[in-house]
């Protein structure tokens, strides 16, 4: 039995020693190095191989070495094969440190500030308190949980949107189309954490970002696919929002001369919010190749029918 994986070589080889000491019994190899194909019953990828079927015919679960699953073209793993995404402690750790940091930086105007020092101004702006700044959340999963977990600490008035009703201590929860034009003029600081899918693709567009009040500010760590850009640049540009932060674009990296590289009130990071952690991931992973064996659901297992 083997267990193949296929994305990042070097983390391929942290995960093969984690493998190697956890559960010595699994065979573990690294894509393009598969032995004995027929051996392969479970698949890690970022993105499966086009000819999954034929190569891997004994592939019994196909795991994504991500908490995404987009980048998956689903019609190519045949409908009975699982497909698992990554749901796992290190991954929400990054995303709740990136996320954090990058409201904190919203709210104490670091932006402004480092634009005042390239031109060598010493401007004092008002502090507003946490508790009167409202932050909202497009996404209420693993992540966007999390995230707004933490910045109830900080007193900031959360809210949060999801597909079904949510229930969430402290978080004003918003369900379904009707109810994003309140919870978007509600919002300050909009935060995207939905997956990408045929009903999210572009949501974050001229109309949906016009809903938030004037001087809002958009982080986008979703993924680019959310996002309308030409929007964006239009809205910052009538000064509607007053900054983004985006860690994913589309195409990814932009090309060199996009606007948007070198908008004032854009901060770019090359898809880093947050990764999956081998150490902590392989234990998931192993847990839920325990549960398969059993019969039992599996942690992460994606509804195909909702592409996410
Ligand atoms: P989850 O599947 O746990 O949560 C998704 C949330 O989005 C749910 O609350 C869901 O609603 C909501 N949702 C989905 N579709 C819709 C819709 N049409 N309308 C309204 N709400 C919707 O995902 P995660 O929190 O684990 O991850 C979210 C995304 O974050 C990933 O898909 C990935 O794209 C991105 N990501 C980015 C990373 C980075 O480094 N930039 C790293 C990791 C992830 P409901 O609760 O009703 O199901
Ligand atoms: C993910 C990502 O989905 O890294 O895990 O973006």
């Known amino acids: ?65 991500g908490a995404g699953i987009d980048q998956f073209d689903l019609s190519l793993v045949p409908p009975h094969i699982p497909v698992v995404r990554m749901v796992e402690p290190g991954i929400v750790e990054g995303m709740v440190e990136y996320v954090t940091q990058a409201v904190l930086s919203l709210h104490r105007d670091i932006f402004t500030y480092g634009r005042q020092q390239a031109a060598h101004e010493w401007g004092p702006l008002p502090v507003l308190s946490a508790s009167e700044r409202r932050v909202g959340v497009l996404g209420l999963g693993m992540l966007g949980q999390a995230v707004l977990e933490r910045l109830k600490l900080f007193n900031f008035r959360c809210a949060g949107w999801s597909r079904t009703p949510r229930d969430i201590d402290g978080v004003e929860c918003f369900a379904g189309h009707e109810a994003l034009a309140p919870f978007l003029a509600r919002t300050d600081v909009l935060i995207c954490l939905l997956p990408l899918t045929s009903a999210t693709r572009g949501i974050l567009d001229k109309r ?101």
């Open 1 to 65: 039995m083997t267990f193949l994986y296929k994305a990042d070589p070097s983390r391929g080889q942290q995960w093969a020693k984690l493998f190697a000491e956890r559960a010595p019994e699994v065979g573990f190899r690294v894509w393009p190095d598969l032995g004995d194909a027929r051996e392969v019953r479970y698949l890690a990828a970022w993105a499966p191989p086009e000819d999954l079927h034929t190569l891997l015919p004994n592939v019994e679960v196909v795991f994504s070495t």
């Open 208 to 308: 949906l970002l016009s809903g938030l009040p004037r001087g809002a500010a958009l982080i986008n760590v979703g993924r680019g696919g959310h996002l309308n850009q030409e929007d964006l640049l239009d809205l910052l540009h009538s000064g509607h929002l007053s900054q983004a932060i985006l860690d994913v674009t589309d195409p990814e990296p932009l090309p060199p001369t996009h606007p948007l590289w070198t908008h004032p009130c854009v901060r770019i990071t090359p898809h880093i919010a947050s990764a999956t952690r081998p150490d902590t991931a392989v234990e998931v992973v192993l847990e839920n190749l325990r549960r398969h064996r059993e019969g039992r659901p599996m942690i992460g297992q994606i509804d195909r029918g909702q592409g996410y």
